[in-house]
Every structure is written in structure tokens, then in C-alpha cells.
């Protein structure tokens, strides 16, 4: 079964003439119960309706689910469904805040402020009646995991009309997002079926595994547009990134981009030639960064290993504070081009 509570709010509000706020929020809870439907386990009802041989008795001798099926690995996906403790839950939170600012006319100023907030827990418990190999007692697997996300945008916006020809926008900007990811997992054997938690757990066999990753990123960043009366267009962008994720020689990197185009049937000489819809020369050059990769790869990092018997930790990765940026430099050049009412358009 599987139920839901999902709750979204979008609001504006003009606290002045000058001033206007508003928020977009989206907040749920799930419930999901299940069972293993995800892979090839023997308690798979999907799986097993392609082991379990037609003549093998669902009940035993007793009326009770038959669990010594040999070739099905002695799992009985009916005992499963009915025994077996399989959920997850989730909590999920998305919500953003802007406050926009018009000081003067064709200037605004902006904030935007978001946060996505996910907390998951997931828990898989095997139940004696269903796994007797197990002796009497259950085993208890648990997963939670939370993640969130915080994002800050301010940016600075200017556009306006000149003499009714010349269109210019300027946008100076900042943005800064912080992530965070962390998990703890838990394997506990020999669990009291009367109290299945992992307190009646054999505490010699549990095993515990937590992991935690945090990376940052701080932004700036500007556009100009330019175009005059629609004939002649230009763009210029830049951008300064900083992240976590590399090594102190080289957190920042810089990018930018610049792109052009002419658009010729807007020129008079060539608007009385009517099967021309449009006919435009265009290009560009930029370079972009990208910093896909997992949190602490520049950092000389310790693992726990066993030997001998005894747990300890040795170097797993050495460091590398000039672990940078990939940076991915492209141009682009084309021609546009529509004829007879845009039935026939195309691009070089």
C-alpha cells in the first residue's frame, strides 16, 4: 500500500509599489509498504512464479505457509507478504522565497532564497516464520538517509529601450548553494521477534556503516544584451566559480562566453523580396566549466581496513590541492534561414 500527504502554496504579494514578495512551497510525506519486487530474491512473487514448480503445496502439513521449498531456495513469497516488515518513509520540503526591489524604473533588484530538504527511512525486517534458516530469530535491516540543498541568488537587472531602435539588458549577479548528504545503515541479526528492533539484536554480528559529504559553491557572475532594431545582436557573459570540491590552488574558475548575429531580412535593401521570411548569419565562442565529480577527491583520505583481526585506518588517496576545473572551450557558427511563409526553413 502506498499513501500520501502533499501540501503546495504559491503566493505573490505587492508590499508597495516598489516592493513585491512572494513564495513557492511544496511540501509532502509518503508511506510506502512493499515487498521485494526490486530484484531476483527468491521471496519475489514475480521471481518465484518462474521457479516454484506447479505442484508444490502452498501450505504444509500443519496449515501453516510451506517454507521448505528446496528449489526455491526454501522462501515461500506468500510467508514473505505476510510476515516480513518492509517500508519506507519519506519527508520532502521545497520551498523558495523572492523579494524584488524597482528603486527606479527598468532597475530591479532581486533575492531568491530556496531550500529542498529530503529525509528518508527505510526499514526491511525477515521475520523467523518466513526464513527458518535464521533459528527462531529475525533479521533487521535499516537505511536513513537526509539531504538537503541551500541556495542563495541576489541579482541586479537593468533593460531598457533607447530612440526605439537600441534594446540593452545588464545583469550583474551572485550565487552561493551549500549540499548536504548523509546516511546511516544498519545490519542487525538475531533479532527478538517480539521486540524487532536492533536493541534485541546479536550486538557481536550488527554492523553499522555511516557516511556524510558536504560541498559548497560560491558564484558571480554578468550578462550584457545588446540588439539594434532587431537587426543586430550581441551577448556577452562571464562568470567567477568557486568550489569545494577542488584543491586549494584551484577552487576558482573563470568563464565566459560572447555571440553574435546579423539578422539580414530585416535589412531594407533586402525586405521587398517576399518568399524571404528570415534569413540570419550567427556565431559564438565560450568556455564552461564542470565540476562533476564526488566531494573530497582533492583530500589525502584514511579507510578503515581489517588485518589480522584488527580494525584500522590506512591512506586510501593521496591529496591534490591542483585538482581543478574541467574546462570545455566550443564555437558555433550558422545560418538560419525561412522561405514562402516558413514552409520551408532550415539551418547551416
Not at 510506502?32 to 521471481?47: F, G
Not at 543586430?232 to 555571440?259: C, M, V
Amino acid at each position: 500500500d502506498y499513501s500520501k500527504f502533499q501540501a503546495r502554496l504559491n503566493a505573490d504579494y505587492n508590499l508597495s509599489k516598489k516592493f513585491t514578495t512572494g513564495v513557492r512551497i511544496n511540501a509532502a510525506y509518503t508511506d510506502q509498504n512493499d515487498i521485494p519486487m526490486e530484484s531476483l530474491y527468491y521471496s519475489n512473487p514475480a521471481w518465484a512464479g518462474l521457479t516454484l514448480l506447479p505442484w508444490i503445496n502452498k501450505y504444509d502439513e500443519n496449515g501453516e505457509f510451506n517454507t521448505s521449498i528446496p528449489s526455491n531456495s526454501n522462501q515461500n513469497p506468500r510467508t514473505t507478504a505476510k510476515y516480513d516488515d518492509q517500508w519506507s518513509k519519506s519527508y520532502r520540503f521545497n520551498g523558495t522565497m523572492y523579494l524584488k526591489w524597482e528603486p527606479v524604473k527598468n532597475l530591479v533588484i532581486e533575492t531568491k532564497n530556496s531550500a529542498e530538504i529530503a529525509i528518508t527511512k527505510d526499514r526491511r525486517y525477515w521475520a523467523p516464520e518466513s526464513h527458518p534458516s535464521q533459528g527462531g530469530t529475525g533479521t533487521l535491516q535499516t537505511i536513513n538517509n537526509e539531504i538537503s540543498n541551500l541556495t542563495t541568488s541576489n541579482t541586479i537587472n537593468y533593460s531598457n529601450l533607447f530612440g526605439n531602435a537600441h534594446s540593452f539588458r545588464a545583469l550583474l549577479g551572485q550565487e552561493a548553494n551549500r549540499y548536504r548528504y548523509e546516511y546511516v545503515y544498519t545490519y542487525a541479526p538475531g533479532v527478538d521477534p517480539e521486540i524487532p528492533y536492533i536493541g534485541t539484536a546479536d550486538q557481536a554480528k550488527t554492523e553499522s556503516e555511516q557516511g556524510f559529504s558536504r560541498d559548497t559553491m560560491l558564484s558571480f557572475f554578468g550578462i550584457i544584451d545588446y540588439n539594434y532594431d532587431s537587426r543586430y545582436f550581441l551577448q556577452l557573459t562571464a562568470r567567477e566559480d568557486g568550489s569545494s570540491l577542488f584543491g586549494e590552488k584551484n577552487k576558482w574558475g573563470f568563464f565566459w562566453s560572447a555571440s553574435a548575429s546579423w539578422n539580414i531580412s530585416r535589412e531594407k535593401w533586402l525586405s521587398s523580396f517576399k518568399p524571404l521570411d528570415i534569413l540570419k548569419i550567427r556565431a559564438s565562442y565560450g568556455v564552461n566549466g564542470n565540476n562533476g565529480i564526488s566531494a573530497y577527491k582533492a583530500y589525502g583520505v584514511y579507510s578503515t581496513s581489517n588485518y589480522n583481526g584488527t580494525v584500522g585506518m590506512l591512506p586510501s588517496q593521496p591529496s591534490n590541492p591542483y585538482l581543478s576545473w574541467e574546462k570545455n572551450a566550443t564555437w558555433n557558427a550558422g545560418l538560419d534561414f525561412g522561405l514562402f511563409n516558413n514552409r520551408l526553413t532550415g539551418s547551416v
